[in-house]
Nanobody, 126 residues
């Protein structure tokens, strides 16, 4: 099973940028999709972006499209999320996760993913 560790969160002002990293270890070869989710207290974990690991296809939630970029470095077993033009609504705990079952595309629901890390906090001030 894959183990994931997120890093790179922090506090920025409205309009700022951050790059999150997700280091993967364990049996990474089984992952079909890697994704970022975010969660605020009392709310469900929301899907942010995903990448189909074999072909590199990327998918984004409408709320982040054009501002966030998901990428992967296979040599380093690391997933990234470049976040630009950050808004206060982007404030959340960010998690990465892996899906090993989807035959095509990438799921947008947390239940299909595993290997959740401890998360990294992103805070955007207005």
């Amino acid at each position: 099973q894959v183990q994931l560790v997120e890093s790179g969160g922090g506090s920025v002002e409205n309009g700022g940028s951050l790059r999150l990293s997700c280091a993967a270890s364990g049996y990474t070869g089984s992952s079909k999709c890697m994704a970022w989710f975010r969660q605020t207290p009392g709310k469900e974990r929301d899907w942010v972006a995903a990448v189909r690991t074999g072909v590199g296809s990327t998918y984004y939630a409408d709320s982040v499209k054009g501002r966030f970029t998901i990428s992967q470095d296979n040599a380093k077993n690391t997933l990234y999320l470049q976040m630009n033009s950050l808004k206060p609504d982007d404030t959340a705990m960010y998690y990465c996760a892996a899906d090993s079952r989807s035959p095509i595309g990438c799921p947008r629901t947390a239940v299909y993913y595993s290997g959740w890390g401890q998360g990294t906090q992103v805070t955007v001030s207005s």
